[in-house]
């Protein structure tokens, strides 16, 4: 699927475009079940809200003011949903990360693998995923919130005393602190950016991926960055264009409607044609993410590999496991850190 030499940034795009061409149905099936079915929660929870208020709909869309009180089961059921649904995507979100990995440890040595093994394996690594993501974005975002914390205390400030000759400059003060922030955000994010990879391939936890994913990225930061920025600006570009028509079809809404209705549609027609949208919004939506979910962590996951080709003579190991294939309980033999011996965990 790749030489098994130092990658140049058309190995590692063609690398993952293959991986996808030949393992399309783990990947595509694990993303499509995990993705499929937080996007059904979200529909099923979308139907239940809307239900709420689906008798009082001529009423809240009347003439005069609307009840307040009977809008309050709609707030209620769509902050639920809200809850329930980043839930939902982030438990998804971790098992496809983790699933990405596990199909390029055995894409990179030409070994098929199948559903049930990618699941299996998978799954066995989803909550150090989940701590490793959760670390990563704390460490990220904790600066950007003691900026935010700062610039309210100085509205705050300025709202109750009405002094702005003393706020505006400490107003000043935390736009240039979040303005300079941004750079260190980015600088960490790529130094961790391989922290995911490493806990399927190496079965580390979520601490020792991140080191060891600093370790890897010392050196290369720049190469790291402009190839996993062009990851996802291709992943973007892809799932924009899928979700365009989409976008299209909403700004028409004429096109759902029946030309011999005559008048003002009722409520039940708004609500179905609202809903119509949000199911199509929902479906470009699904196969955008799709895309997005298993492009750029292959990207990345190769960007790995290249490290330790370059810094560790992984190519020769690669080499050696591919002759000569291990039971399947086992990750090939690259997949452990360069430090120690051992077989990747199941």
Not at 19 to 32: D, E, F, M, N, S
Not at 58 to 77: C, H, M, R
Not at 214 to 237: E, H, K, N, P
């Amino acid at each position: 699927m790749i030489p098994l030499a130092p990658l140049r940034v058309s190995d590692l795009l063609s690398g993952a475009f293959t991986t996808i061409g030949r393992y399309w149905k783990p990947l595509v099936g694990i993303a499509l079940a995990l993705f499929g079915a937080a996007t059904v929660v979200m529909g099923i929870g979308v139907a239940i809200a809307f239900s709420t208020v689906a008798a009082n709909w001529d009423d809240l869309t009347g003439p005069g003011d609307p009840d307040t009180a009977q809008l309050v089961p709609l707030g209620i059921a769509f902050g639920v949903l809200m809850v329930l649904g980043v839930l939902a995507y982030l438990l998804a979100s971790a098992v496809v990360q983790a699933a990405v990995p596990v199909v390029l440890q055995e894409a990179v040595l030409g070994r098929p693998i199948g559903f049930g093994t990618v699941w299996r394996r998978a799954w066995s690594r989803v909550w150090a995923m989940i701590g490793t993501v959760f670390l990563v974005g704390l460490i990220i975002f904790v600066p950007f919130v003691l900026a935010m914390a700062t610039m309210v205390a100085a509205v705050i400030y300025l709202v109750t005393l009405g002094d702005t000759d003393s706020v505006l400059p400490l107003l000043l003060s935390a736009l240039l602190g979040w303005l300079a922030l941004t750079p260190v955000a980015v600088w960490l994010m790529v130094k961790f950016s391989l922290a995911p990879t490493i806990v399927v391939f190496e079965g580390q936890r979520p601490v020792a991926a991140l080191r060891r994913s600093a370790q890897l990225v010392r050196g290369d930061w720049w190469r790291v960055f402009g190839v996993g920025l062009l990851a996802y600006a291709l992943a973007s570009m892809v799932g924009y264009l899928v979700q365009l028509p989409f976008q299209a079809m909403g700004m028409l809404p004429g096109a759902f409607e029946d030309p011999n209705t005559m008048g003002e549609p009722s409520g039940g027609e708004i609500i179905a044609l609202f809903a119509g949208f949000m199911v199509l919004s929902m479906v470009s939506g699904l196969v955008s993410q799709l895309f997005s979910s298993i492009f750029p962590p292959l990207v990345t996951g190769l960007l790995y590999v290249d490290l330790r080709i370059r810094k560790e003579n992984l190519a020769q190991v690669l080499t050696e496991a591919a002759a000569q294939p291990l039971p399947e309980q086992y990750g090939p033999p690259s997949a452990t850190p360069a430090s120690g011996p051992g077989p990747a965990p199941a």
